[in-house]
């Protein structure tokens, strides 16, 4: 697997191997001691979650205050453009934001840590996305940050406005939300 950090370091492109033939592909979208080996980091998903949405479906910025989630998001049909933002105050990384085009052409994924917001747009007709989480869905906790909060400055490749929650257009800005210590 082919491991590339992003603008923000933590957060990883992840490229599997894939073996392709005429009869299709074969690719094992994750392996513990694999993920292990070639990341360096060592993790337990306990929680698998798949969403389907339509073209221009904007979803995030979601984070759990407590029980933060590290994520491994792949797209089984489509194409995303998927976002994470570093809410850890003490990271050199603040604030910053990262992201990648993922889509089921390439197979290439996504690591996000605990300690970031994640959202992504769907670029194509419609996308199913799979991730996996380390830690379980508490809706007690989501906290949704402001998709387009100026101080964030996320270039999310949308013509006009998108398709969002009544919960994800009132996110808060980075300066209003909670944030890890």
């Known amino acids: ?36 080996a070639d990341t360096g980091l060592q993790v337990e998903f306990v929680q698998d979650n798949h969403s ?5 479906v904007l979803r995030g910025l979601h984070y759990q205050i407590r ?7 792949r ?11 570093d809410l850890r105050r003490g990271s050199p990384h603040f604030g910053r934001w990262a992201a990648a085009r993922l889509d089921s052409r390439s197979q290439r994924m996504l690591w996000i840590p605990p300690g970031f917001a994640h959202g992504f747009l ?18 007690e906790h989501e906290r949704t940050l402001l998709w387009n909060d100026p101080a964030l400055g996320i270039s999310w490749p949308l013509a006009g406005e998108p398709v969002m929650t009544g919960k994800d257009r009132r ?9 890890y210590a």
């Open 1 to 36: 697997m082919k491991v590339e950090p992003t603008s923000v370091p933590e957060v990883l492109v992840l490229e599997p191997e894939v073996f392709g033939d005429a009869r299709g592909f074969f690719f094992e979208s994750y392996n513990r001691r694999r993920f292990a």
């Open 52 to 56: 389907r949405s339509v073209r221009n």
């Open 67 to 73: 029980q933060p989630q590290g994520k491994l998001i």
């Open 75 to 85: 797209v089984v049909a489509g194409e995303i453009w998927d976002v994470a933002v």
């Open 122 to 139: 769907v670029l194509s007709e419609s996308a199913d996305v799979l991730y996996k989480a380390t830690d379980f869905y508490a809706p």
């Open 171 to 179: 996110g808060l800005p980075l300066a209003g939300a909670e944030t």
